[in-house]
């Protein structure tokens, strides 16, 4: 009699642990293990969001910007915020300046993405309506992203492409240089530089 009455009380115990063992998530598979390594690794900040959140504060910038390659460039000065975004894996900058005499805002968001392992970046700003795209390929040093970028031209009304340079040159001085065609002309020509100083 002890025995059986032995045996309902393990059972009793049992059961709630087999209970929680049925819902216990199935293992993985091999194939969804290293399916599940990969979106790990993908998602994981590295060096190269190390050196993008270095960016974050608010920095003075000089605006050099030439259309005509006749003409002397024109100098304006505006502020940018940077900040970092999604636990440091991307780098959002605000901009507010001037721009041929009028008020001009612009946003970015900027990251480095760990499957094609190139920079990628997005720009907006008030002096358009289209978004203009980029991918970067840093140098060895690490310092210095040549950038390849596409937006839609409002003159052609066709896509164009620019060419840019972010040069790191320390901790509170970095610029960046934009190269395109201007309208009407055959050769690229350094169109912009922006030479920002931390505030």
């Keep these: 009699m002890k025995s059986r009455w032995f045996a309902?009380?393990?059972?009793?115990?049992?059961a709630p642990l087999a209970a929680v063992a049925a819902d216990a998530p199935p293992q993985m598979t091999p194939q969804q293990q290293a399916m599940m390594d990969k979106m790990?690794?993908?998602?994981?900040?590295?060096p190269q969001h190390a050196m993008l959140k270095?960016?974050?504060?608010?920095w003075t910038a000089?605006?050099?910007?030439?259309?005509?390659?006749?003409?002397?460039?024109?100098?304006?000065t505006g502020?940018?915020?940077?900040?970092?975004?999604?636990?440091?894996r991307y780098s959002q900058e605000q901009v507010s300046s001037t721009m041929m005499g009028?008020?001009?805002?612009?946003?970015g968001i900027t990251g480095y993405d760990n499957?094609?392992?190139?920079?990628?970046?997005?720009?907006?700003?008030?002096?358009?309506?289209?978004?203009?795209?980029?991918?970067?390929?840093?140098?060895?040093?690490?310092?210095?992203?040549t950038w390849s970028a596409t937006m839609s031209d409002p003159v052609t009304g066709k896509p164009t492409k620019e060419r840019?340079?972010?040069?790191?040159?320390?901790?509170?001085?970095?610029?960046?240089?934009?190269?395109?065609?201007?309208?009407g002309g055959k050769k690229e020509m350094k169109m912009m530089t922006i030479e920002y100083a931390r505030k």
């Design 8 to 14: 309902v009380a393990v059972l009793a115990l049992l």
């Design 164 to 183: 840019m340079v972010t040069t790191i040159v320390d901790n509170d001085h970095h610029t960046l240089e934009m190269y395109g065609i201007p309208p």
């Design 115 to 145: 499957v094609i392992g190139k920079f990628v970046s997005i720009w907006i700003d008030n002096m358009g309506t289209g978004v203009m795209r980029s991918e970067g390929t840093a140098d060895a040093s690490g310092k210095v992203i």
């Design 79 to 88: 502020t940018s915020v940077v900040t970092t975004l999604m636990d440091g």
């Design 62 to 76: 000089t605006i050099k910007s030439q259309m005509d390659p006749a003409a002397p460039p024109t100098t304006e």
């Design 40 to 46: 790990t690794k993908a998602a994981t900040p590295g």
């Design 102 to 107: 009028a008020p001009f805002s612009g946003m």
């Design 54 to 58: 270095a960016l974050e504060g608010t």
